[in-house]
């Protein structure tokens, strides 16, 4: 399933909940899905929510319509709806979904922002470094060859660099555009993706905050599925096609043809080396009391809030750690410039 087709999470909340109201009322799904569809800002979903109305008039139920528009819909969702819509509970199954996505958001949000603040300032310090470079390093150029004097080692190896990269300036941006351009277009290639998945699911600083949010989204998954009474050789079947990373969707789906090979599932989960020593525990303990759903919940709020902490020190400690860079950075390309022009003026003087 093409990923890029399904329904956007902020539209899977709106459209959960408010399916979820109707099916708590006593107005009809067709009727239901009309006032959503008429509330609806979103184009794309009334196209989807108007092809689940032709299908309810033919005779469908819900869950019939929902999986015949499988493209749009996620895996987890259609096997949930339909559970719940044999159960009686789909409207809390709806609710269920709608919270699950909610959560992941906050999530994603969160590890955007911490990785987003550092990139600004980080950006912000070249600039301020590029600035030296082609305009204010020239100047001093000028006054130090007014003034004439040797130059010593450093300030002469920092005016020749200054030089090279302002005459050279646009080669070097055409080099470094094509540099990303061909690693884009390396990585995208289908041969090539689970590299760049993995590649990123092992980075430094990146890597372990990649792997604590997919460890969350994968117990708060699992968890919904078991809830809603689906087998846990079914979920972890459909809990692979939840994840964009391809890396992390092929290991879970190898774990989870090993589980069906009659390996136990604790076993399966710690083989993938994706996920925390906290939640692999829990699962050995859950495995042998019962209550799977129960210890994923809890392992998931232990993940989150670890996740959580880390994200905070992140900020904490790389916005300093940049200013104490920059600063180094500037005041020994100022120093190096500075230095000769004092020693000359003393020694006009």
Known sequence: MDQKTTIAKENMIIFARQLALVIDSDISTYRGLDIICEKSD??????????LQNEIAQGASLSDAIN????YFPKVVRAMIEIGEESGELANVLNQIAENYERE?????KIRSAITYPT?????????????ILKVLPMFNEILDELGGEMPPMTRFVMNTSQAISYNILPIIAVICALILAIVLYFRASGNRQRFDKLIFNMPVVGPLISAATAVKFARNLALLIKSDISIHRSMHLIASIFDNLYVKRKIAAAAQSIDGDTPIEAAIEKLNLFPWVLIKLFSVATETGHMDDMLDKAAVTMEKELNYRLERLTTV???????????IVGAILISVILPIIDIMNAIG
Do not use: N, R, W
């Open 318 to 328: 790389i916005e300093p750690l940049l200013i104490v860079i920059l600063s180094i």
């Open 120 to 132: 600004i300032l980080a950006v912000l310090m070249l600039g301020v470094i590029f600035v030296l």
């Open 42 to 51: 979103d184009q794309s979903l009334k196209a989807i929510i108007e092809k």
């Open 105 to 109: 958001l906050d999530t994603a949000a």
């Open 68 to 71: 015949g528009q499988g493209e």
